[in-house]
């Protein structure tokens, strides 16, 4: 595939005419470029997917639709959807990285698609994830069962909607970097999702980071910028 004859050249950029593939970002911020799928044509997106692959050897997209997806499946027969997560992705994962793992903890099973594309971004990263779903605070020893488990993470990503409680309770327990993602699930008060995003911005609970509501992927590149850090052999 030519890239200067579409729009010209330029160093760390792949032009295609209608994209530029950013293909210094993994010397600059240590992790590929990701497709985001939302609004793309099906035609753009396997272009922007070929040229990230040739380069890579993976690609990872995220809100991947469904219907954009049955289209794809053509054109990409090597790929997989990842319908819970809404992330699609192509090739061999890559090897996994030697660092502890990122747990992800959901309030309830309603959170599961924003946990999810938060999983999938971080195994597309190398990492490993370990998944505790289902420990919100309306039955706090579901959460206090797994601690041992929690304990084991490097980082940890508490994904939580309604008013956003958990990640405040999960801190207050652990000596872990928390990363809180509110989710736009809840009643009519929660307001898409704003209820839990204040609640998690106000936590009492010290250093508790938090991302945009539903920003799973978001969450996942913050998990994996800290844990390069701890990778990092003194000078």
């Known amino acids: 595939?030519?890239?200067?004859?579409?729009?010209?050249?330029?160093?760390?950029?792949?032009?295609l005419g209608f994209a530029r593939i950013d293909t210094?970002?993994?010397?600059?911020?240590?992790?590929?470029?990701?497709?985001f799928g939302e609004g793309k044509a099906v035609d753009e997106f396997v272009r922007i997917a070929d040229a990230i692959y040739a380069r890579e050897g993976y690609v990872?997209?995220?809100?991947?639709?469904p219907e954009l997806a049955c289209e794809l499946r053509s054109l990409l027969p090597d790929a997989v959807y990842h319908a819970r997560?809404?992330?699609?992705t192509l090739g061999n994962l890559p090897e996994v990285r030697?660092?502890?793992?990122?747990?992800?903890l959901c309030a309830g099973t309603s959170d599961l698609a924003v946990a999810e594309e938060a999983a999938v971004t971080l195994e597309s990263f190398g990492r490993v994830v370990e998944r505790i779903h289902d420990v919100g605070v309306a039955g706090l020893h579901r959460l206090l069962g797994e601690m041992d488990q929690l304990r084991s993470c490097g980082v940890?990503?508490?994904?939580?909607?309604?008013?956003?409680?958990?990640?405040?309770?999960?801190?207050g327990l652990v000596d872990l970097p928390v990363i809180a993602v509110p989710t736009s699930i809840g009643y009519g008060a929660s307001f898409g999702g704003l209820a839990a995003l204040l609640g998690m911005l106000n936590s009492c609970a010290n250093g508790v980071t938090v991302t945009n509501i539903d920003n799973?992927?978001?969450?996942?590149?913050?998990?994996?910028?800290?844990?390069?850090?701890?990778?990092?052999?003194?000078?």
């Not at 600059?28 to 470029?33: L, N, V």
């Not at 990872?60 to 639709?65: E, K, M």
């Open 1 to 15: 595939m030519s890239s200067s004859s579409e729009g010209g050249s330029q160093k760390g950029v792949e032009n």
């Open 24 to 35: 210094a970002r993994r010397e600059r911020c240590g992790r590929p470029e990701v497709i």
């Open 60 to 65: 990872l997209a995220t809100r991947v639709t």
């Open 85 to 88: 997560a809404r992330c699609l």
């Open 98 to 104: 030697p660092a502890p793992p990122v747990g992800i």
């Open 156 to 171: 940890l990503i508490v994904v939580a909607g309604m008013e956003g409680a958990l990640p405040s309770v999960v801190a």
């Open 216 to 235: 799973g992927f978001g969450a996942a590149c913050a998990a994996d910028a800290i844990l390069r850090l701890t990778e990092q052999k003194p000078q």
